[in-house]
């Protein structure tokens, strides 16, 4: 009936985690991919996998940085509303997987399903980015292609008809946006949203969406039982 696609950083965290593990432990030389990144001379992959290069410290250090992360007001709550009503949702994020890991497992949420790009390596022998989720053309140029996610979703749940659910906050967000049919959006993807006049509910926390869902989720049970 429902399923749902949940950005990470910025949405379920409060901040962008890679972003702070860069400003704390990574050579200043990452902010310089990151202006290339924003002038289009490297992708968002390209940009992602040369800053984790950068990225010092031994993995205590990593984890105490990981550790200071609090998430979104009512996240845990919505998840346990998911959980009740079984509604399948799934963290689709072009952050870094062990960093989601490590923040979703401190609040108890590890069995969460989590497609992300894959921290490698260690402090010892230097740690690398692995994309197994990019694509070829992707329109975001992410590490993860959160359109080929969803739309392998959608082959999936074809002929059950279940509604899909987008939940962002960033420029990652933009392609998939399009073809969520319920998307929850701010920052960054709710001024694109509203720019295309795209239908799309604005939210500040996770109750927002938790009680928004519920009223749909309780229209398509009534739907499907006529």
Same mark, same amino acid.
């Given at each position: ?15 962008? @985690?890679? =972003?702070?593990?860069?400003? %704390? ?10 202006? %290339?990144?924003? %002038? ?11 800053? +984790?290069?950068?990225?010092?410290? #031994? ?55 989590? $497609? ?27 590490? +993860? ?5 969803? @739309?392998?979703? #959608? ?20 392609? +998939? ?13 709710? =001024?694109?949203? %509203? ?15 938790? @009680? @928004? ?12 039982? $006529?």
């Amino acid at each position: 009936m429902m399923r749902i696609f949940c950005d990470f950083d910025g949405t379920i965290a409060r901040v962008d @985690t890679t =972003d702070l593990v860069l400003t %704390r432990l990574a050579d200043p030389a990452w902010e310089d991919l990151e202006d %290339r990144w924003t %002038r289009g001379e490297i992708t968002a992959a390209e940009c992602m996998r040369g800053q +984790v290069a950068l990225i010092g410290g #031994d993995d205590a250090a990593l984890d105490a940085v990981l550790d200071s992360v609090e998430l979104a007001d009512g996240f845990p709550e919505f998840v346990a509303w998911c959980q009740a009503n079984a509604v399948p949702l799934t963290v689709v994020s072009d952050g870094v997987d062990h960093f989601i890991a490590r923040i979703l497992g401190r609040h108890g949420l590890s069995h969460l399903p989590v $497609i992300a790009n894959r921290l490698v390596g260690n402090a010892e022998t230097g740690r690398r980015l692995e994309q197994p989720w990019s694509r070829a053309g992707c329109a975001a140029g992410s590490g +993860v292609c959160k359109c080929q996610v969803a @739309t392998k979703a #959608d082959e999936r749940d074809l002929a059950s008809g279940d509604l899909m659910v987008f939940v962002g906050d960033g420029r990652s967000d933009f392609c +998939v946006s399009n073809r969520a049919g319920l998307l929850f959006a701010r920052d960054k993807l709710a =001024d694109y949203a %509203r720019s295309r006049a795209m239908p799309h509910h604005e939210f500040s926390d996770f109750h927002i969406i938790t @009680t @928004t869902l519920a009223a749909a989720h309780g229209r398509l049970a009534r739907r499907a039982a $006529i």
